[in-house]
């Protein structure tokens, strides 16, 4: 369901300024249930889009130029087709990465205008920034009629944040975001892009998400060096197990045997992917037989290696899990997404999640001296057009 408060105030925006636009389309945040920086290292994840959503209103110019509003921001940038580079001021290297890509690989865009507005939360790991290159690749596919099919645009808009903003995320965000279902969560094999939607009906549950706050200035250089951790920890498995190409084919007696010795931060990386990767199919038989209980130890499971190996969590989001994990009434509980702040997911039995809200909000109130926030969240479709 669009949001019409966002879609009357972009409407506004972009008439006042360029007059009538084409059309608007959306694309949603997202949350991950389990397997988490397991994407990059091409094993699985377990997503889904969410009810929040980046909206995008755009129409084409008559020359080569770019211009762009971003109306909660109350911020402009106008640049030229012929002459794409990092703007400087981040939100819009977003939509103009995936304009390089699309340029790239060869399609002849023209300019354009477009007014981007959401009430996805910024910052907080609910990928909003995936959410904006899907919304300008899906609209931009439609404005100049490119016929990409989703998985084509999931790509190129990846590979805008790997190349024009210089984050080396994996596939997870913008897959989620393009493919997403009412009620389904995405089951991505992130070395082959193959997929499933598994049910994830919400009738006697509701999906917490709460706000650390916290937004760490190291994220995304602390990302690319994960990666990097990693990918050395292949390297040196491959030099016994010259068939392993990437941590999805290796073992945890491979981790043991090769890593265990050496570097401790790799070996702990390592550790912490080949166990999530494992634990994320488990958690899949859990939903088959609708344990959610076993599902939830899974989650924090899950965060604990976030926390104790891959060392990617912060003290906000560990308090928050710790506090939850007391509850009868919460299932499961985890850090979500890269790290480093942003929020907790939490799985909580249905009408039981108001009332956490108010205990915890004074309990992070003394502890962090900062205000907890709260959203609820529903499963929602992905990328669409909006009527
Ligand atoms: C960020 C990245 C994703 C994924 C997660 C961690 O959200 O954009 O590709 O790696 O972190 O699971």
Redesign the pocket.
Same mark, same amino acid.
């Given at each position: 369901m669009a949001n019409q408060e966002i879609l009357s105030k972009l409407n506004h925006v972009f008439n006042s300024r360029f007059g009538e636009p084409a059309f608007i389309a959306r694309s949603p945040g997202r949350i991950?249930l389990i397997g988490?920086?397991? *994407? %990059?290292n091409m094993g699985f994840?377990l997503p889904a889009s969410i009810d929040k959503a980046i909206y995008i209103v755009i129409g084409e110019r008559n020359d080569n130029r770019v211009h762009l509003v971003a109306a909660d921001l109350g911020d402009s940038y106008e640049t030229d087709l012929g002459s794409l580079h990092q703007s400087g001021k981040h939100w819009p290297d977003y939509v103009l990465g995936v304009v390089d890509q699309l340029q790239q690989a060869g399609h002849q865009l023209r300019g354009f205008n477009a007014a981007l507005a959401g009430d996805v939360p910024l910052g907080a #790991?609910l990928?909003s920034s995936?959410a904006v290159e899907c919304a300008t690749a899906f609209a931009l596919d439609k404005l100049f009629n490119l016929g990409l099919d989703r998985k084509t645009m999931v790509q190129l808009s990846q590979k805008a944040e790997n190349e024009f903003v210089g984050v080396k995320? #994996?596939?997870? *965000?913008q897959f989620a975001s393009m493919f997403g279902r009412p009620e389904q969560l995405i089951r991505l094999d992130c070395r082959s892009l193959a997929y499933e939607y598994i049910p994830f009906p919400t009738k006697d549950i509701e999906i917490l998400l709460l706000d650390t706050g916290v937004k760490h200035s190291l994220a995304s250089s602390e %990302?690319n060096l994960r990666r990097q951790e990693c990918e050395e920890g292949v390297r040196i498995i491959a030099q016994q197990y010259p068939e392993v190409q990437s941590l999805r084919d290796a073992t945890i007696a491979m981790v043991e045997q090769c890593l265990a010795n050496g570097d401790s931060k790799v070996y702990r990386r390592c550790l912490y992917v080949v166990q999530e990767i494992k634990r994320l199919q488990d958690a899949c038989m859990d939903l088959t037989a609708n344990d959610l209980r076993s599902f939830g130890k899974k989650m924090f499971e899950t965060h604990k290696g976030l926390s104790e190996l891959y060392e990617v969590s912060c003290p906000e989001a560990d308090a928050l899990v710790s506090m939850a994990g007391k509850h009868d009434s919460v299932y499961g509980a985890r850090m979500m #997404? #890269?790290g480093f702040g942003g929020c907790t997911i939490n799985i909580v039995a249905r009408g039981a999640a108001d009332a956490l809200v108010r205990e915890l909000q004074p309990l992070y109130q003394q502890q962090f001296n900062r205000q907890l926030k709260a959203y609820k969240v529903r499963i929602d479709e992905g990328s669409s057009l909006v009527n």
């Open positions: 991950n988490e920086h397991t *994407d %990059y994840v #790991g990928s995936a995320c #994996g596939i997870m *965000d %990302y #997404g #890269g």
